[in-house]
């Protein structure tokens, strides 16, 4: 038996290690976020090289067997703890991010890291001259790494599985099809019911919005949600994202059309509920596996909320339309905030996924999640994508993109990352989002009068406490149940959308 000053010993051991790795990847992430915002484009093949450099550093140190032993070490150490206390979540945590990462060889990581750099800055040039051939043989190579990223777990029931582990604990793709066929059922026929009605008129969205004066707004509204500028940023990108290098520097990108006025004000509110998320996060765990989401869809879930049940809520704009005007008066004056409300909450069949409303949404979702299954069982060639992604959005959507810009080249992510376990997250964050919107008001009724009023502290408060401080000790199915008493269904997105949808369109 280990004395308590032995396993003090290696416990904080561990936690050394472990901090030496946070640093090496916190400076890869910056590497990163420069890259997505500022660095020149000649850069990128140095920016390839030395985040593969990185990459492979902190991989071998994780991995290190030594790493091994010290988990080993510390069984015991767990076993006599609270499963929830921040050691035993410690070790439990670590060791099975552990056990995934020492399948995969130093090496491997390294060449994925550098080819997906590469892929990144052939999507950045290909997507604007719509020149999917430009791409390809990448996206052949991304496949064939991702192929070869799952099999160094075998034993799975789809190849998938390994590769939305990564993302999303626990899921699997079976359980994801049953789930995302149950939704499909639900929502096709609510978008046949509203999409049949005259199209909602949203040219007050439209006009000429100067690009400084909507990110200048768009810093009022999510301070004002909470966001803390005094550890986090927000710059323009391509492509938005939260990135973090500890929780005390939590930093937000956006996107500003000056002839779309959502564009900045709806992904600003996405990302900051992404940050508060990482701003949340208890200081004890910092420098740790701990201080992080517990998985994409609990993380997504978090970017939702924030967007959509709150930021695209009636009561919000009562309380920021106003605001709104008077920071755009030329363009708003003569709008009323109903014509406005309904514009921002307009459905329609649409080609972009990250434009979609929150009821076609999950069918934008549910055709890449579908799309990556059938590449990864061989099923679909890289060369059949743009027109099998055509196919799709005809039989899904009643709609068809004519450039790929607008189709197969429209996300990021397969441009970024490994092909499979990329997508589902959007709509299991979905579907999260409510169920846990739905106990944060069994908690405080008073959360929708507080927003009608630009209160949100009681939210805030309560996501903190609730989800956020415990970063990622709990797995998503911990988290769901004990936050909300249930296991994941559909049945509270589903409650949303037709009492919101069904309101707007006198369903």
Known sequence: MQTIEKTETKLLELKTRLSEITDIEAAASLLYWDQATYMPPKGAAARGRQLATLQQIS??????????????????????????????????????????????????????????????????????????????????KTLELSRELANFFPGYDHIADPLIDFADYGMQAGFLRSLFAQLRDELVPIVEAITAQPMTDDRCLHQYYPAQDQLAFTLKIIEQLGYDFQRGRQDQTHHPFMINFSTEDVRITTRVYDNDLGQALFSSIHEMGHGLYEQGISPTLEGTPLAGGTSAGIHESQSRLWENIVGRSRGFWQFFYPQLQAAFPHQLKDISLETFYRAINKVVRSLIRTDADEVTYNLHVMIRFDLELDLLEGKLAVRDLPEAWRERYRSDLGIVPETDMDGVLQDVHWYTSQIGGMFQCYTLGNLMSSQIFEAALVAHPEILANIEQGQFSTLHNWLRENIYQHGCKYTAAELIKGVTGADLHIAPFIRYIRQKYGQLYDL
Do not use: C
Not at 74 to 85: N, Q, T
């Open 59 to 140: 991989h071998s140190k994780f991995t290190d067997p030594a790493m091994g032993e010290l988990l080993e070490d510390l069984r015991s150490l767990e076993a006599s703890l609270p499963y929830d206390s921040d050691e035993a979540s410690l070790v439990r945590v670590t060791r099975r991010k552990y056990e995934r990462a020492a399948r995969v060889p130093a090496t491997f990581m390294a060449k994925f890291s550098r080819h997906r750099t590469d892929t990144y800055g052939a999507w950045v040039a290909a997507r604007p001259d719509n020149n999917f051939a430009a791409v390809e043989p990448y996206l052949e």
